[in-house]
């Protein structure tokens, strides 16, 4: 599908909206898009769903004193099922300063496909667990593939039974 950007551009704010809406599906993956995105500074949100299944939890204990807080490592291996379909490695770096808490900060690889196309993800997270439950805020450090044009972030909170929904929202950079 080709178009003229400067009939585009005349035809005012209004028409382009329509268009946008009514055409993306017909258009996002043909050449012309970004060239399109970028001409009139929009970009495409996406917002992915995924459920995750923890399949594997490996942590130690690397420093434990008594004025101190306990410390430890995680290595966690992961599936992906719903938009994402993968795995992820990931490791935690944890502090708990009782029995029932934790503060931790951690680094995720996802690989998988979405909508049939291969893609990479690194993520950063940075979340607790309290009230026996996990949070974490994450950032896309780096993408590839399908989504190699895309940053963003997202959450998840997960109790008890290793399984957990996930929410990332991704824009175009």
């Given amino acids: 599908m080709r178009f003229s950007l400067a009939l585009l551009n005349h035809a005012g704010y209004g028409l382009l909206d329509v268009f946008h809406v009514a055409k993306v599906q017909d258009f996002k993956d043909s050449p012309d898009y970004t060239e399109f ?35 430890s490592q995680a290595d966690i291996k992961q599936r992906y099922s719903g938009d994402l379909e993968g795995s992820s490695e990931l490791r935690y770096l944890m502090s708990y300063p009782d029995e029932t808490q934790a ?46 044009h895309h940053l963003g972030h997202g959450r998840f909170a997960a109790g008890k039974g290793g399984s957990f929904s996930f929410e990332l929202e991704l824009e175009e950079r």
């Fill in 103 to 148: 503060k931790f900060v951690g680094f995720e690889h996802v690989s998988g496909d979405w909508q049939g196309k291969p893609f990479g993800l690194v993520l950063e997270h940075h979340g607790e667990f309290k009230n026996g439950v996990a949070s974490s805020q994450f950032e896309v450090l780096s993408a590839s593939g399908a989504f190699a």
């Fill in 37 to 71: 995105l970028s001409a009139w500074g929009r970009t495409m949100a996406l917002t992915i769903n995924a459920q995750v299944q923890v399949q594997q939890w490996d942590e130690h204990e690397y420093m434990e004193g008594t004025n101190i807080h306990k410390q």
